[in-house]
Every structure is written in C-alpha cells, then in structure tokens.
C-alpha cells in the first residue's frame, strides 16, 4: 500500500486563500458570444443590464478582457467563515473500487446553504447593498440558491424574494423553512403573483415549473419594484467568475503537494461550478502551460451540452431575459420531474459552452438510477452524503477510476462534490424503494424544445 504522503484533507491557510477571482474569458482566444437585446439584436449595453442586474455585477458580466477581479476585503471576510473548503484525497473509495487512480474531490457542501451558491450569493448580495439597493428578488430550483442567497441578504441586512420552482416548493418544504428563517419571502412558481407566471399556468395548466419559469417572475418582480434587482445563481458569467473561487483553491491545495491532476469532473446544471472549477486549468490549456481532460457531466434528462444546439436563445421561459449564444434544448424545453432539480435548466453558461464547442472540455450525460447507485457507494465509504446534483459528478469519477483498474492507469482524477443531499431524503427514499425510473426525452420531445429557439439571421 501506497505511503500516504498526501493527507486526507488539504486545507489552505487563511493567507493561502485567493485574493482575486479569476476571468477565463480573458485568455480565450473565442469569446463567448455577447448577449443580445432580444428587440434589436444587437448587443446589451451597460445601461440596458443594468436595469435589471446591479452595476458593478453588469461590469463583470460584459469585461471578457480583464484577467483578475479582486475580491472585496468583505466577501473574503465572509468566506473566511466557511472557505477554504476541503480538497480531499478519497482513500476509501480508491481503496473500496481498487483502482490504482488517485481521487480527490472538492467539498463545496460545508455550509448551511449546503452547496457552492453561497460563493456567488455573498457576492452578488454585496454588490447589491453597495449600491444602496432594498432588496432582490431571484428564482430557485432545488432551493440551494434560495438559501444562499437568503443567508447572504439576512447577513447583508437586504430583503430577499424568492420564486421556487413548484415542485420542489412541494417536495422539498423544509429548504423553504431555511429560508423563511433567513428572512426571505418564498412564492412557488409558476405563481399568479405576476403577468409571466398567470400567462404560463394558463398555457400549462397544472406544470411542476422549471427554472426558466421562476427566471422571468423573479426578473418580472424585480423590474416591478424600486430599489430592487434580479440576481441569478448560475448560467452568468458573473456567477462563474465568482465560482472561480473553487478552482483557485484546488489549484493552489494540489500544487502544496505537487499534485497533477490528469482528469477534472463536474456536474453541469447552468455551468458555474464547473465553470469555476475548470476556469484555472482552462486557462493552463488556453495558454499553452498543460493539458487536462475535463468534463462536465448532465443528467440524460436535460442534455443541453450532449444533445442541444448551440445557438442564441432565452435564458427564461418568458422569453423577457437577455438572448445568451449556449448549448440549449430551447426555452420551451420542460425537462422531467427529475431528483436533481439544480441541473434541471435548459441552458448552460456560455463560457462553458463555448469551451465545449472548442473541444476543450468534453460532457457526458447519465442517469439517475446509476447516479444514486454511485452516491450510496460513496456515501458508504466517504461518510458524505452527497447531493443528487453532485452524485452526477461522483458517477462519471468512479467509472473513469474503474476504467483505470482495468487498464492499470495511475490517473489522478479531481471532481466537484458541489453539497450535501440531507434535503433530498424524498429522493434518495424512492431510490431506497426501488421506485425511481429513468427518463431519456426522444429526439421528438427535443424538437419539440429546439422549435422554441428564436429564429433570426445567424442563429440558423
Ligand atoms: C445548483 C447546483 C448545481 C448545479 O449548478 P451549476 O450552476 O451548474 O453549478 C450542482 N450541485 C449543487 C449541489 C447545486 O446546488
């Protein structure tokens, strides 16, 4: 047995921490494409944006030049609270699927909020309050962003409303409970509190929601009150960007030992962990410094990056929200009652999409049947309870360590442990009963999706 130089946890000191976000897009030799004004076509200015999304957060959204963001000295106070969080060396898993692969995972789950949001939450809340703003308003799916962001406003003393997607409203009532404790005000989505959600429950009468839908009436409610703006939890740059926060940790925790990584997993739901995990060793890639195979695992059920078209489209069902170029299944698209309600998104971020067409990340998509197969393997021998939405992660990183075990590989292999699953007991229930089905939507049901994508000159 291997000496065990490495221990089970890195952790970095508080001087170790990152001072500066980093700004992949800054080395991309393809930028991502510019949103667009769905009116005019052409690109959303500064002021336009900044009607909807606070200043300095339009600032960082639009700069695809500047490498560095410094973060303010109170976000990094903040995340002094619950960062850095651990890079950990999964002996126990290595030793329980006996492959010769080094594992490690990043554990983003060590806070209430129980996931990564809270990274991009203190942020955009901090923004907020610097420009004297009362509130903001914004939508959850799976309720891991709805908490985030209620524990960054009740921190930041801002008014937080939030649009849950309605079935998760339901079938997760005690994240609405967290939340409502942090103050914020919860509406499940579609709700008949504004013109975009009457409009869609009369379309479809009796839907379960997506996060397209809560988008436009979190975007809608913003607009409708003074002092307040739209913040989002993923899919934007800025949010990736904020996110980089967890890239910049492994990176530094892996170069304390000396680690090279030879494959880099995360789960892709809008794009922003993986996004921030990937953004450092992208940027080796971009510069010419290493070479690493990175991919971005979605579930079959919403295969925006393995089966969608990359092309402009809204980022909400109401179609009131910026046109972003990405790899889509369409705004229309409604995908299955699925247990991971945070990749249930129709979209993906556009840096992580362009990085895909570019060849410089790869995406596959599993099922969820064999992705809590792979959580409750991991969770017997790591201890953690993951996350539906990670387990996607942990699925893809025991097959290429399995894979490993038949070649006789020594891969190191690192991926994103995004949170804990204690909120999905529901799921992790019907797993349990033998009750949970798979869904793979037909190439028809897809079209379907796709016929939603606008059609203009150029986005043929
Ligand atoms: C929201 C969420 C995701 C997916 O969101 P991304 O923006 O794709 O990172 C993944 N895991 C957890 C635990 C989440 O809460």
């Known amino acids: 047995m291997e000496e065990r130089k490495i221990p089970y946890k890195i952790y970095l000191t508080e001087d170790e921490m990152p001072r500066y976000w980093y700004n992949v897009r800054a080395d991309m030799k393809h930028k991502p494409a510019p949103l667009l004004n769905p009116e005019t076509y052409q690109p959303m200015t500064e002021e336009e944006l900044g009607q909807v999304f606070c200043h300095e957060l339009v600032r960082q959204e639009l700069d695809m030049e500047t490498p560095y963001f410094e973060i303010p000295e109170e976000i990094r106070n903040f995340y002094k609270m619950y960062r850095p969080s651990p890079l950990v060396r999964a ?57 985030a962001l209620s524990m960054a406003c009740a921190y930041l003393g801002l008014d937080c409303q939030v649009y849950m997607v309605k079935c998760s409203y339901e079938q997760k009532p005690f994240r609405r409970e967290v939340m409502r404790t942090y ?56 949010v990736l960007l904020h996110q980089t926060i967890i890239g910049l940790e492994t990176q530094t925790a892996l170069k304390k030992y000396d680690i090279h990584p030879d494959i880099i997993i995360g789960c892709a739901g809008g794009g922003s962990n993986l996004g921030g995990l990937i953004a450092p060793f992208a940027g080796e ?35 009131i929200c910026p046109l972003q170029k990405m790899y889509t299944l369409g705004n229309g698209f409604i995908p299955a ?38 959580a409750q393997e991991f969770a017997k021998c790591e ?52 009750e949970m089905t798979d869904y793979i939507p037909t190439d028809a049901e897809l079209q379907h999706g796709f016929d939603s994508i606008p059609k203009f000159p150029g986005n043929e």
């Open 91 to 147: 002996y126990c898993l290595e030793e329980k699927l006996k492959t010769p692969a080094k594992i490690y995972y990043k554990f983003e789950g060590n806070n209430t909020s129980g996931s990564h949001k809270l990274n991009s939450a203190i942020a955009q809340a901090y923004y907020a309050k610097q420009q004297g703003l009362r509130g903001v308003t914004t939508e959850t799916g799976a309720g891991q962003w709805g908490t």
């Open 183 to 238: 103050g914020a005000h919860v509406t499940p989505s579609p709700s008949n509190t504004t013109s975009v959600g009457r409009k869609i429950l009369a379309q479809f009468p009796g839907t379960s929601g997506s996060l397209g839908c809560a988008i436009s009436e979190a975007v809608e409610a913003a607009a409708s009150k003074e002092g307040y703006r739209y913040v989002l939890g993923s899919v934007l740059s800025q």
């Open 285 to 319: 890639m971009l510069r010419g410094e290493a070479n690493y195979q990175l991919i971005a695992v979605e579930p079959a059920s919403c295969p925006s990056l393995t089966r969608g078209k990359y092309r402009y489209d809204y980022c909400d069902t109401g179609m």
């Open 337 to 374: 009652a699925s247990h991971s309600g945070g990749l249930r998104y129709h979209g993906m971020s556009s840096i992580v999409s362009q990085l895909y067409d570019d060849g410089l990340m790869e995406a596959r998509s599993v099922e969820q049947t064999e992705v809590f197969a792979a």
């Open 383 to 434: 201890g953690i309870l993951p996350a539906p939405e990670s387990s996607h992660a942990i699925r893809v990183a025991m097959d290429e360590a399995i894979r490993c075990r038949e070649t006789g590989e020594e891969k190191t292999i690192v991926f994103g442990l995004t949170g804990t699953g204690y909120f999905d007991m529901v799921a992790y229930g019907k797993y349990n009963d033998g």
